[in-house]
């Protein structure tokens, strides 16, 4: 029975698909197998020993202690794409709210009174304050064509934008996916300096963080609407509070509201509405849940942030698990533990990406507990286990 802890709401629609005479699931539980989570932050929690694997019912994992697990040998599991629509159509009313003027003409037609007559005459008269612009024959800047930067882009030049991208990492999956008029640019400020809208889908990281900067902030063309649903630290706030009130910016849509952005006019911030819809927790809450129960099961191992994918297809036998440092000679101490205990070894599969490495061995019989322990004596390994 495996035991499954869940730190925040994860949708039934994915958690009816463990079977219950082999996990059980609770919200609050000793010793478990693995976690789901969303939002919650594990920085300060402590690891139980019995933990095998995290999945975060979403893409970033900035709330959770990545390095530390990997150095457990525990892999953490997230799900790029299962929310892309979802916040691809976010992104695109942010651009119409903004171009619009959509949010200071709602607030202004609710605080109207009068007659019908009355607020008709207001309205003729003082429209031509919310005068906007249209998002066709404009340019769009994305920086990050992964899942969800693909998809704005693409939806962007079907709305008569015109498009340019960013992104020296992208996968060969999704620069197939991108549209064949994305003009690549070499450089984030190349990019600032052509566009009128810029919207950021990049990781939350040391090398991301405030990539939207006050010197960048400089090199951007004139009157330039911010668009941030990624994470708030993407964006250096104060520069583009600064940058708004200097006429450079003329408006920031970001999901994430703060004190310093409240009172500003040209802001709209939205409650981290991203990923919320129906659609995309279900599809987050259903991927995870595969994606745990096939690394409990199987050993298979997809979409992680810290782990090389992997998968061996079983063919009967029984099969056991290493975790370990990335460094010569493993494989060869962990076949000689296995054999050391006259197990025949049929089949084997090992992976590595960066500095951890795992490999799944197949035997004809039963492991026993001894064979375990002699691999989890060897010096780099992180974790082993039988799957049965």
């Not at 939806?155 to 996968?171: N, Y």
């Not at 004809?364 to 799957?387: C, F, H, M, W």
Request: proline share 4%; aromatic share 4%; net charge neutral.
């Amino acid at each position: 029975m495996f035991k499954i802890l869940t730190l925040n709401n994860i949708r039934v629609g994915g958690l009816d698909r463990l079977p219950r005479d082999k996990y059980e699931i609770a919200s609050e539980m000793s010793s478990p197998d693995a976690i789901l989570l969303r939002s919650f932050n594990m920085s300060e929690m402590e690891i139980p020993t019995s933990l095998k694997a995290v999945g975060r019912a979403g893409a970033g994992v900035n709330n959770i202690p990545v390095a530390k697990l990997s150095a457990m040998g525990i892999p953490v599991f997230n799900t790029p794409g299962a929310n892309a629509n979802a916040v691809k159509e976010l992104v695109v009313a942010g651009m119409l709210l903004s171009a619009r003027n959509l949010g200071t003409a709602f607030e202004f037609t609710r605080k109207l009174s009068g007659t019908d007559a009355e607020i008709n005459e207001i309205v003729e008269a003082q429209k031509k304050s919310f005068v906007g612009i249209e998002l066709a024959g404009r340019t769009l800047g994305v920086v990050g064509l992964g899942a969800i930067g693909v998809r704005v882009a693409n939806a962007a030049l079907a709305m008569g934008m015109r498009v340019i991208g960013h992104d020296p990492h992208i996968t060969v999956t999704n620069a197939w996916a991108l549209q064949a008029e994305v003009k690549n640019m070499p450089s984030v400020s190349e990019l600032l300096a052509q566009c009128d809208f810029v919207t950021f889908h990049v990781p939350l990281s040391t090398e991301t963080k405030h990539l939207l900067d006050a010197r960048r902030l400089g090199k951007s063309r004139p009157g330039i609407t911010i668009l941030n649903f990624s994470r708030a630290a993407i964006v250096d706030e104060q520069a583009v509070s600064d940058a708004i009130l200097s006429g450079k910016v003329r408006a920031y849509v970001c999901d994430f509201p703060s004190n310093l952005l409240s009172n500003h006019e040209r802001v709209i911030t939205l409650p981290h509405l991203g990923a919320s819809t129906e659609e995309a927790e279900e599809n987050c809450a259903v991927m995870v849940v595969d994606q745990i129960k096939d690394f409990l099961e199987q050993g298979t191992i997809r979409n992680t942030v810290n782990f090389p994918d992997m998968s061996l297809p079983r063919n009967g036998g029984h099969r056991l698990m290493v975790a370990n440092s990335n460094i010569p000679h493993m494989i060869e101490r962990i076949s000689a533990a296995v054999s050391k205990e006259d197990l025949n070894i049929v089949d084997m599969l090992n992976r590595s990406r960066g500095e951890v490495a795992c490999t799944l061995v197949d035997v004809e019989r039963p492991v026993p507990r001894s064979v375990i322990d002699e691999i989890s004596k060897i010096e780099g390994v992180l974790r082993a286990r039988v799957l049965s």
